[in-house]
């Protein structure tokens, strides 16, 4: 799957990085269990250099609030950190990694007991992590239909269910194959397809009826 709204697919550009997270992780259990607590912590921090830009990113998806992302992101490397000895080294520890960002901020949404916030303040540190300047700039025009097309993607997928709204956003955004959504989200590889299909067929709908608002992102999503 291509990544959506100005994403790079995590999945594809940077699987030797998330290798090596798992290789780091494994490295990190050992000082753990060697009792090597400080040598372990500061370990960790090359885990968070490598997957910080992309759980910032997932955290963004969802909470679209840049105080809120930081505070999900900290939380998200935290309970990573202190759950790291249940980590079973044969898995990615990317996806592992992912399901508890996922988690974490589906917890938050429904802490908050209401829909987020469909304007996002401005933040310097955020807005540098999710949108990533080309070598050769887009005009001034080109950047604000961009970010237009961006926010309406994100407003539409925000409507959809809890399940079909994570598969969107970790398949169409974040370029995962089903078979890697389905380890994060611990369900069916065909369950993923299917509730990836009624996603689409419902933003499509969606994009139909209000093409004035969501013109031109009709076929930005893809089976």
């Known amino acids: 799957m291509n990544a959506m709204v100005g994403t790079v697919s995590s999945s594809t550009q940077d699987a030797s990085k998330f290798d090596n997270g798992s290789r780091i992780a494994s490295e990190i259990k050992q000082l753990l269990n060697s009792g090597k607590h400080q040598e372990a912590r500061s370990r960790f921090e090359d885990i968070i250099a490598i997957h910080q830009n992309r759980i910032t990113r997932i ?65 310097d540190h955020i807005d540098e992590l999710i949108h990533r300047e080309p070598a050769r700039g887009p005009s001034a025009e080109q950047a604000l239909l961009a970010n237009e097309r961006r926010d309406e993607l994100l407003a539409a997928v925000e409507q959809l269910p809890k399940r079909q709204r994570s598969i969107v956003i970790l398949n169409q955004f974040e370029g995962y194959s089903a ?45």
């Open 59 to 123: 955290a963004y998806y969802y909470l679209r609030d840049p105080a809120e992302v930081d505070e999900a992101v900290q939380d998200v490397f935290f309970k990573a950190f202190i759950h790291l000895p249940t980590f079973q080294d044969e898995l990615y520890f990317s996806l592992w990694l992912s399901r508890i960002a996922v988690n974490g901020c589906l917890d938050r949404l429904k802490a908050q007991g209401r829909r987020r916030r469909w304007v996002v303040p401005s933040n």
């Open 179 to 223: 078979k890697e959504v389905s380890k994060m989200l611990d369900v069916t590889e065909s369950t993923v397809r299917v509730h990836l299909f009624r996603a689409i067929r419902s933003l499509r709908k969606l994009f139909q009826n209000d093409q004035s608002s969501f013109k031109g992102n009709a076929s930005a999503f893809r089976v």
